[in-house]
């Protein structure tokens, strides 16, 4: 039994530490942009999807998905980068393509959660 607030509050909660970390990642690319050498980098979620997709056990009788699901996020360098004159690829352009982008499915994950609670408010209110 997922509890009150269901699976979808924890789920999308996750999701949002996903775009605070990857924030932190554009940001960094971002503040280096002028440094000599450095390789853009993206933080990459293949993992975190493919232990998403996993089936669940709903009966002991079940064979049991394999892994673990635990949340863990990693940086990897960014293959769509282009090298320039230093050595540097940091795309100023791209990386703020990617930080609107970011935004737009954080602050989404944040209005879903908030009318996910109104609505559990409402019930509440309708109760008393």
Same mark, same amino acid.
């Given at each position: 039994m997922p509890g009150i607030f269901g699976h979808e509050i924890s789920e999308l909660s996750k999701v949002m530490n996903y775009r605070l970390f990857? =924030? /932190?990642v554009i940001s960094s690319n971002v503040a280096n942009i002028d440094t000599p050498g450095y390789r853009a980098r993206e933080a990459t979620f293949e993992e975190e999807l493919d232990s998403r997709l996993r089936m669940e056990t709903t009966a002991g009788t079940h064979i049991p998905s394999a892994g673990d699901s635990g949340v863990g996020f990693k940086i990897a360098e960014d293959p769509y980068s282009r090298i320039g004159n230093d050595s *540097?690829?940091?795309?100023?352009?791209?990386?703020m393509m990617k930080l609107n982008q *970011? =935004?737009?499915?954080? $602050? %989404? $994950?944040? =209005?879903?959660?908030? /009318?996910? +609670?109104? %609505? +559990?408010k409402d019930v509440i209110r309708s109760i008393r």
């Open positions: 990857r =924030q /932190g *540097n690829t940091v795309d100023l352009d791209r990386e *970011n =935004q737009i499915l954080y $602050s %989404a $994950s944040a =209005q879903i959660i908030e /009318g996910k +609670l109104t %609505a +559990l």
